[in-house]
């Protein structure tokens, strides 16, 4: 499709949705005020472990609510949320969280005072910079239908979470996509335009259902900053419009100095070249190693917090209700076996 073509289709979608806000289509709404700084946990796996009949302890071995639990014993004040777009729902790890349940999260965790991230992984399953597969149903699009499905899904899970009382501060377009997404048409390395005209329709359809809820591109590998400045950069100088910058660091307790060092001066170097706000919307270490664990997470939710001019939006650690060895092997969750939590979220304590 030329460029040309694109750039007049984009524009239509634009037009389209001014058109049908009046006729109820997608009305224009605010999020919430977002917390100053986000201290955040991905809790996407509770819903389908609460399915399989797991609860959650806190230090004392009292069986509690572990949104409350965040909450109230850790100052989590936000949650993120991953959707796919037709999920197996029989796969409580790997599946199950389509518009439907990701909305029922949410308002649980909005009920608490909690603001929600999205995280829209575009595909059927896990989406990350290894794989970027287009959901089963979108296999055969050509490129303006593509565009037409990413806008269609992002407008139904905002209007799903809307029907909840939900309005997300934030949603990641896409997820750790290092090489882009919906693969290959969005491909980052075999044409960046492709990209960053997915990233502009979904940021104009979160937009389109609420103005004030920013969007992210999210990136894994926060300590790598050439490929972050190669992708940013490229969608930049590709147009894209979206509001924050999302990176994923998983370090392990002996490195875990250096390589927050190195990804915050990678924030402040976009932040100097983009104007781009950060978030860290993953974070994760070794369940067995929660004294180093908690020190990473103390420094990282300080230094994030630090950065100038207030860029900085906050820290998220990924899947802490975890236990050991979930979903074939998963081990950098915080809580133990015995359903207890470890000291690891003690970290975002004041």
Same mark, same amino acid.
């Given at each position: 499709?030329?460029?040309?073509?694109?750039?007049?289709?984009?524009?239509?979608?634009?037009?389209?949705?001014?058109?049908?806000?009046?006729?109820?289509?997608?009305?224009?709404?605010?999020?919430?005020?977002?917390?100053?700084?986000?201290?955040?946990?991905?809790?996407?796996? %509770?819903?389908?472990?609460?399915?399989?009949? =797991?609860?959650?302890?806190?230090? +004392? !071995? &009292?069986?509690? @609510?572990?949104? /409350? #639990?965040?909450?109230?014993?850790?100052?989590?004040?936000?949650?993120?949320?991953?959707?796919?777009?037709?999920?197996?729902?029989?796969?409580?790890?790997?599946?199950?969280?389509?518009?439907?349940?990701?909305?029922?999260?949410?308002?649980?965790?909005?009920?608490?005072?909690?603001?929600?991230?999205?995280?829209?992984?575009?595909?059927?399953?896990?989406?990350?910079?290894?794989?970027?597969?287009?959901?089963?149903?979108?296999?055969?699009?050509?490129?303006?239908?593509?565009?037409?499905? %990413?806008?269609?899904?992002?407008?139904?899970? =905002?209007?799903?979470?809307?029907? +909840? !009382? &939900?309005?997300? @501060?934030?949603? /990641? #377009?896409?997820?750790?996509?290092?090489?882009?997404?919906?693969?290959?048409?969005?491909?980052?390395?075999?044409?960046?335009?492709?990209?960053?005209?997915?990233?502009?329709?979904?940021?104009?359809?979160?937009?389109?259902?609420?103005?004030?809820?920013?969007?992210?591109?999210?990136?894994?590998?926060?300590?790598?900053?050439?490929?972050?400045?190669?992708?940013?950069?490229?969608?930049?100088?590709?147009?894209?419009?979206?509001?924050?910058?999302?990176?994923?660091?998983?370090?392990?307790?002996?490195?875990?100095?250096?390589?927050?060092?190195?990804?915050?001066?990678?924030?402040?170097?976009?932040?100097?070249?983009?104007?781009?706000?950060?978030?860290?919307?993953?974070?994760?270490?070794?369940?067995?190693?929660?004294?180093?664990?908690?020190?990473?997470?103390?420094?990282?939710?300080?230094?994030?917090?630090?950065?100038?001019?207030?860029?900085?939006?906050?820290?998220?650690?990924?899947?802490?209700?975890?236990?050991?060895?979930?979903?074939?092997?998963?081990?950098?969750?915080?809580?133990?076996?015995?359903?207890?939590?470890?000291?690891?979220?003690?970290?975002?304590?004041?």
């Amino acid at each position: 499709m030329k460029t040309s073509n694109r750039m007049i289709l984009f524009a239509v979608l634009i037009l389209l949705s001014s058109v049908l806000y009046p006729f109820g289509f997608a009305g224009l709404g605010t999020a919430s005020a977002a917390p100053a700084f986000a201290k955040g946990a991905d809790i996407s796996w %509770v819903a389908g472990m609460e399915a399989q009949g =797991m609860t959650w302890k806190d230090k +004392k !071995g &009292v069986r509690r @609510d572990v949104l /409350q #639990i965040l909450r109230d014993d850790y100052q989590i004040n936000s949650v993120r949320i991953r959707v796919w777009v037709n999920p197996n729902m029989n796969d409580y790890a790997s599946g199950y969280m389509n518009a439907e349940k990701a909305a029922e999260l949410a308002q649980r965790a909005k009920k608490l005072g909690m603001s929600v991230m999205l995280t829209l992984h575009y595909s059927d399953s896990w989406a990350d910079p290894g794989q970027q597969n287009k959901p089963y149903a979108w296999r055969n699009f050509n490129f303006t239908q593509l565009m037409d499905a %990413v806008w269609s899904h992002t407008v139904y899970v =905002m209007n799903t979470m809307k029907s +909840k !009382g &939900v309005t997300p @501060d934030w949603v /990641q #377009i896409g997820n750790e996509t290092n090489n882009g997404m919906l693969w290959d048409d969005g491909k980052a390395s075999v044409n960046m335009k492709n990209y960053a005209w997915l990233v502009n329709t979904g940021n104009n359809a979160v937009k389109s259902v609420s103005s004030s809820t920013k969007t992210i591109v999210h990136l894994a590998n926060g300590d790598n900053g050439s490929t972050l400045n190669w992708n940013i950069g490229g969608l930049i100088d590709n147009g894209a419009q979206f509001d924050l910058v999302g990176l994923s660091l998983y370090p392990s307790s002996s490195d875990w100095q250096g390589k927050v060092d190195q990804t915050i001066a990678n924030a402040n170097s976009l932040i100097a070249k983009y104007g781009k706000g950060i978030v860290i919307s993953e974070i994760g270490m070794d369940y067995n190693e929660p004294a180093a664990s908690k020190a990473f997470i103390a420094a990282i939710k300080t230094k994030v917090r630090n950065i100038g001019g207030g860029k900085g939006a906050g820290v998220f650690y990924w899947e802490p209700a975890a236990t050991p060895g979930y979903n074939k092997g998963y081990n950098k969750g915080a809580w133990q076996a015995d359903g207890k939590p470890t000291s690891a979220l003690e970290g975002f304590l004041n």
